[in-house]
């Protein structure tokens, strides 16, 4: 038998450049994204409550969302003060938007807040097509910029300290995990 000792050591414990290897190995090694399940829940929950019948979307490489609206016609010219009530009327999740009232995740708020604010200050020209595509594309960017954080340096760096991930002296993962 032949037994070996290995040095270990934390992040903070490493150079400068044996940080940047860490980082890289870490983000190569540990690739998913772990908050799109919660991302999808809020979007699914949207699309269940709301006259979505299809939306389209992408975050990370590529990012857009489109949504095809299944309402009828009178409402969806409804504009202005009478949109706003209908939303209030038929929608009253929206007036509990602040407090993440979908799925209890911060998004919740975020996908709901254009018509919050419709609400809060109605306008004519916006239809309720509008307001929810306007509520889609605040979700993709929303999801959009939490995966940039995520994987970037500083997000890394932040999943190494918090999972207290050890490394070799040069920075890669520890061998025995």
């Not at 037994?3 to 690739?31: G, W």
């Not at 919660?38 to 489109?66: C, M, Q, S």
């Not at 609206?69 to 409804?78: D, F, N, T």
Request: charged share 25%; hydrophobic share 35%.
């Amino acid at each position: 038998m032949i037994t070996k000792t290995i040095a270990l050591y934390s992040f903070d414990e490493l150079t400068p450049k044996a940080q940047e290897n860490a980082i890289k190995n870490y983000r190569e090694t540990y690739s998913d994204y772990w908050n799109a399940q919660e991302n999808e829940a809020v979007l699914e929950k949207f699309k269940t409550i709301f006259p979505v019948e299809h939306i389209d979307w992408e975050y990370g490489y590529r990012t857009y969302a489109t949504l095809t609206v299944s309402e009828p016609m009178g409402e969806l010219e409804l504009t202005g003060k009478p949109l706003a009530n209908y939303i209030k009327t038929n929608y009253s999740v929206v007036l509990q938007a602040e407090n993440c009232p979908l799925t209890g995740y911060y998004l919740d708020s975020v996908i709901l807040s254009p018509l919050l604010e419709f609400i809060k200050k109605p306008k004519k020209g916006p239809t309720l097509a509008d307001l929810l595509q306007d509520c889609a594309t605040r979700w993709i960017h929303a999801c959009h910029d939490d995966y940039e954080q995520y994987f970037s340096d500083e997000g890394i760096k932040g999943e190494i300290e918090a999972n207290e991930v050890l490394f070799t002296f040069n920075g890669d993962l520890n061998p025995i995990n």
